[in-house]
Protein backbone atom coordinates (compact mmCIF):
# COMPACT_ATOMS: atom_id res chain seq x y z
CA UNK A 1 0.00 0.00 0.00
CA UNK A 2 1.52 3.45 -1.10
CA UNK A 3 1.95 6.58 0.99
CA UNK A 4 -0.42 8.73 -0.92
CA UNK A 5 -3.50 5.97 -0.52
CA UNK A 6 -3.07 5.80 3.11
CA UNK A 7 -3.02 9.56 3.33
CA UNK A 8 -6.09 10.17 1.40
CA UNK A 9 -7.39 7.40 3.71
CA UNK A 10 -6.25 9.01 6.33
CA UNK A 11 -8.13 12.42 5.46
CA UNK A 12 -11.44 10.72 4.48
CA UNK A 13 -11.00 9.14 8.42
CA UNK A 14 -10.70 12.17 9.80
CA UNK A 15 -13.51 14.42 7.58
CA UNK A 16 -16.57 11.59 8.46
CA UNK A 17 -15.36 11.57 12.47
CA UNK A 18 -15.66 15.79 11.87
CA UNK A 19 -19.07 15.38 9.86
CA UNK A 20 -20.42 12.76 12.43
CA UNK A 21 -19.43 15.26 15.35
CA UNK A 22 -21.25 17.81 13.40
CA UNK A 23 -24.37 16.20 13.39
CA UNK A 24 -24.57 14.87 16.74
CA UNK A 25 -24.74 18.38 17.93
CA UNK A 26 -26.10 20.23 15.41
CA UNK A 27 -29.82 18.90 16.63
CA UNK A 28 -29.68 17.78 20.41
CA UNK A 29 -32.94 19.15 20.88
CA UNK A 30 -34.37 16.35 18.67
CA UNK A 31 -32.85 13.44 20.23
CA UNK A 32 -34.93 12.25 23.58
CA UNK A 33 -36.51 14.40 25.95
CA UNK A 34 -39.95 13.28 25.00
CA UNK A 35 -41.19 10.03 25.94
CA UNK A 36 -42.71 6.89 23.74
CA UNK A 37 -46.33 6.55 24.58
CA UNK A 38 -49.31 4.08 22.83
CA UNK A 39 -51.64 5.93 20.25
CA UNK A 40 -54.35 4.52 22.51
CA UNK A 41 -52.92 6.83 25.64
CA UNK A 42 -52.75 10.05 23.52
CA UNK A 43 -56.61 9.32 22.38
CA UNK A 44 -57.10 8.59 26.50
CA UNK A 45 -55.00 11.81 27.65
CA UNK A 46 -56.66 13.98 24.67
CA UNK A 47 -60.08 12.85 26.57
CA UNK A 48 -58.64 13.48 29.71
CA UNK A 49 -57.43 17.31 28.63
CA UNK A 50 -54.13 16.51 29.62
CA UNK A 51 -52.36 17.39 25.84
CA UNK A 52 -52.03 21.20 24.80
CA UNK A 53 -50.31 21.10 21.88
CA UNK A 54 -49.57 18.37 19.09
CA UNK A 55 -47.75 18.46 16.15
CA UNK A 56 -48.31 15.87 13.37
CA UNK A 57 -45.50 15.40 10.67
CA UNK A 58 -47.16 12.20 8.42
CA UNK A 59 -47.79 9.23 10.73
CA UNK A 60 -45.93 11.11 13.54
CA UNK A 61 -46.85 12.44 16.31
CA UNK A 62 -45.17 15.16 18.82
CA UNK A 63 -46.44 17.13 21.46
CA UNK A 64 -46.58 18.52 25.21
CA UNK A 65 -48.72 17.63 27.99
CA UNK A 66 -50.11 20.36 30.54
CA UNK A 67 -47.62 19.94 32.65
CA UNK A 68 -44.47 20.46 30.53
CA UNK A 69 -43.74 17.35 29.34
CA UNK A 70 -43.05 16.03 26.15
CA UNK A 71 -44.29 12.76 24.14
CA UNK A 72 -44.38 11.16 20.65
CA UNK A 73 -46.12 8.65 18.88
CA UNK A 74 -46.88 7.17 15.76
CA UNK A 75 -50.46 7.19 14.44
CA UNK A 76 -52.15 4.97 11.91
CA UNK A 77 -54.26 6.01 9.32
CA UNK A 78 -57.15 7.85 11.58
CA UNK A 79 -59.24 10.74 10.08
CA UNK A 80 -61.30 11.50 13.56
CA UNK A 81 -57.61 12.01 15.17
CA UNK A 82 -57.72 15.70 14.23
CA UNK A 83 -61.53 16.18 14.90
CA UNK A 84 -61.08 14.66 17.68
CA UNK A 85 -58.19 17.03 19.26
CA UNK A 86 -59.73 19.90 17.84
CA UNK A 87 -63.22 19.10 20.34
CA UNK A 88 -60.62 19.13 23.73
CA UNK A 89 -59.11 22.05 23.08
CA UNK A 90 -55.56 20.82 22.10
CA UNK A 91 -53.37 23.20 19.33
CA UNK A 92 -52.54 21.11 16.53
CA UNK A 93 -49.78 22.07 14.26
CA UNK A 94 -49.19 19.82 11.02
CA UNK A 95 -45.77 19.63 9.25
CA UNK A 96 -44.71 17.69 6.10
CA UNK A 97 -43.56 14.16 6.56
CA UNK A 98 -39.40 14.95 7.63
CA UNK A 99 -36.97 12.95 5.98
CA UNK A 100 -34.51 10.69 8.76
CA UNK A 101 -31.95 10.26 6.98
CA UNK A 102 -29.07 12.36 7.31
CA UNK A 103 -28.07 14.57 4.40
CA UNK A 104 -23.77 13.35 4.77
CA UNK A 105 -25.43 9.91 4.26
CA UNK A 106 -27.97 10.63 1.40
CA UNK A 107 -24.83 12.62 -0.48
CA UNK A 108 -22.69 9.37 1.03
CA UNK A 109 -24.56 6.65 -0.98
CA UNK A 110 -25.39 8.85 -3.89
CA UNK A 111 -21.54 9.48 -4.32
CA UNK A 112 -20.06 5.76 -3.45
CA UNK A 113 -21.06 4.05 -6.29
CA UNK A 114 -19.55 6.52 -8.52
CA UNK A 115 -16.06 6.76 -6.31
CA UNK A 116 -15.94 2.36 -6.21
CA UNK A 117 -16.38 2.59 -10.12
CA UNK A 118 -13.88 5.44 -10.97
CA UNK A 119 -11.86 3.69 -8.02
CA UNK A 120 -12.10 0.30 -9.74
CA UNK A 121 -11.25 1.44 -12.70
CA UNK A 122 -8.19 3.31 -11.53
CA UNK A 123 -6.94 -0.39 -10.28
CA UNK A 124 -7.27 -2.11 -13.33
CA UNK A 125 -5.82 0.34 -15.20
CA UNK A 126 -2.88 0.32 -13.12
CA UNK A 127 -2.91 -3.71 -13.29
CA UNK A 128 -2.83 -3.67 -17.19
CA UNK A 129 0.25 -1.09 -17.01
CA UNK A 130 2.15 -3.26 -14.67
CA UNK A 131 4.77 -5.69 -16.04
CA UNK A 132 4.48 -9.41 -16.73
CA UNK A 133 2.62 -11.31 -13.96
CA UNK A 134 0.14 -9.32 -13.47
CA UNK A 135 -3.66 -9.50 -14.80
CA UNK A 136 -3.33 -8.30 -18.33
CA UNK A 137 0.66 -8.83 -18.45
CA UNK A 138 0.62 -11.48 -20.85
CA UNK A 139 1.79 -9.59 -24.03
CA UNK A 140 4.62 -8.80 -22.14
CA UNK A 141 7.48 -11.33 -22.33
CA UNK A 142 10.52 -11.28 -21.02
CA UNK A 143 12.17 -13.66 -23.49
CA UNK A 144 15.61 -12.34 -24.59
CA UNK A 145 17.30 -12.67 -28.69
CA UNK A 146 20.49 -15.08 -28.21
CA UNK A 147 22.72 -14.39 -30.96
CA UNK A 148 25.11 -17.01 -32.83
CA UNK A 149 27.90 -15.81 -30.76
CA UNK A 150 26.61 -15.07 -27.13
CA UNK A 151 24.78 -18.51 -27.07
CA UNK A 152 26.54 -20.89 -29.75
CA UNK A 153 27.44 -24.42 -27.78
CA UNK A 154 30.56 -26.55 -29.38
CA UNK A 155 31.50 -30.00 -28.40
CA UNK A 156 34.67 -28.93 -26.39
CA UNK A 157 31.32 -27.17 -24.37
CA UNK A 158 30.18 -30.89 -23.34
CA UNK A 159 33.44 -32.87 -23.44
CA UNK A 160 32.58 -36.40 -21.67
CA UNK A 161 29.12 -36.01 -21.42
CA UNK A 162 27.91 -39.78 -23.10
CA UNK A 163 24.79 -38.13 -25.28
Known amino acids: MNSNFRNFALWVVIFLLVLALVTLFQSPGQRGGGSDIAYSQLLSEAEAGRITSVVISGPEISGTYTDGRTFTTYAPSDPMLVSKLQQKGVQITARPQSDSTPWFIAVLMNILPIALFIGAWVFLSRQMQSGAGRAMGFGKSKAKL??????????????????
Open 146 to 163: LTEAHGRVTFDDVAGIDE
